[in-house]
């Protein structure tokens, strides 16, 4: 009997039939709700998932830009350093710290861990997904993947009940993993109850009533223009700042002569390591400037206002994010990073 089942029949959801899960699409992006997958079509009781692209916006903008990386690890590694320790009340104030029993599980959450790797992972996942998931398995801890589960919410034995009623709770959670091996069968969703689940969510999303959401969805527009503007800077390094330079060659050119000069132009002024030759040309060839170069575009500046964007949007500013923007001003810097 799987844990479905179980829960169903103990009577703890009475009003409430969990028939079965299906899957359905999976979003373009985060916002997306209306993409949500539905786990039953007879489960009256309310469900708010993560949207469906948590792994874009890992693989698009945690492990593709260089500012969110440095945003989420300037929020973790100091979280990561704290330590769980019981405290001593005394009439009320607050009084010695001591470790004590009870907390071997958060010292070490399983297997060649400690403590700073679950806070890290936690405030990683809340990065990304708003969300971080814990549920303990025997002697350790397991955190689920935030994308694959579910808050299941309602009022126990009222099935048309809203998860905003004042008797609303949340009933528990559904964790439905994926198989990342092709050709095996995805595992069967499992039901935790919330005595069994750890939910960290430090951002609450303010459309849901149980959910956080991530801080980087605000700024979306940022990371792609920021994204945007790294690969025009390698364009701009390889192809040794002829990419915004036109020429114009005669009419009556022969076009085996034209493909010819556009082939000794490419093989000798294209690309980093070709930069800054002396250009020759021949044959009546008019070179012109298009555009502007990387200075006159203020890329520099354009650049940093959207990586201070990002970093605001973050909680930790410019300067904890060690950005360029943040550490202008030596004197008042100084100060300010301290």
């Not at 009577?11 to 028939?19: P, Q, R, T």
């Not at 469900?47 to 693989?59: K, P, Q, R, T």
């Not at 990371?223 to 790294?230: E, L, S, Y």
Request: charged share 20%; proline share 6%; with cysteine.
């Amino acid at each position: 009997m799987n844990s479905l089942t179980a829960f169903r029949r103990s009577g703890s959801l009475k009003g409430f039939s969990i028939i079965r899960s299906t899957q359905v699409a999976d979003a373009d992006f985060w916002p997306h709700d209306e993409h949500l997958p539905v786990y039953s079509s007879s489960l009256p009781a309310h469900h708010e998932a993560i949207g469906s692209s948590f792994d874009a916006y890992v693989s698009e903008a945690y492990k593709s830009n260089g500012i969110v990386f440095a945003c989420i690890g300037a929020r973790a590694k100091p979280f990561s350093e704290a330590r769980f320790l019981y405290q001593e009340m005394d009439a009320g104030r607050p009084g010695v710290l001591k470790w004590g029993e009870g907390l071997e599980l958060l010292d070490s959450p399983w297997p060649n861990a400690q403590t700073g790797e679950l806070l890290f992972r936690m405030e990683q996942d809340a990065s990304l997904a708003g969300n971080c998931y814990l549920t303990p398995v025997g002697n350790r801890l397991r955190r689920l993947r935030p994308n694959w589960v579910t808050i299941v919410s309602g009022v126990r034995g009222d099935g048309d009940a809203s998860p905003f009623d004042l008797d609303a709770e949340v009933l528990g959670y559904i964790y439905h993993p994926k198989s990342s091996v092709q050709g095996h069968r995805d595992p069967t969703p499992v039901f935790l109850t919330p005595e069994r689940m750890v939910h960290y969510s430090p951002t609450p999303d303010p459309a849901a009533q149980w959910r956080g959401m991530s801080w980087i969805t605000p700024v979306l527009r940022e990371i792609d223009g920021d994204t945007a503007a790294m690969k025009h800077k390698l364009k701009f390094f390889q192809h040794g700042t002829v990419s915004n330079m036109a020429v114009s060659y005669p009419e009556n050119m022969p076009l085996d002569t034209f493909n010819e000069y556009v082939r000794l132009f490419k093989l000798h002024h294209e690309g980093a390591d070709q930069a800054y030759k002396t250009i020759h040309l021949g044959h009546g060839a008019d070179p012109k400037m298009l555009g502007a170069d990387m200075k006159q575009l203020d890329f520099k500046v354009v650049q940093g206002h959207g990586e201070t964007r990002i970093a605001a949007a973050a909680g930790v500013g410019a300067i904890i994010a060690r950005f360029s923007e943040g550490m202008q001003g030596s004197s008042l810097n100084q100060g300010n990073y301290s």
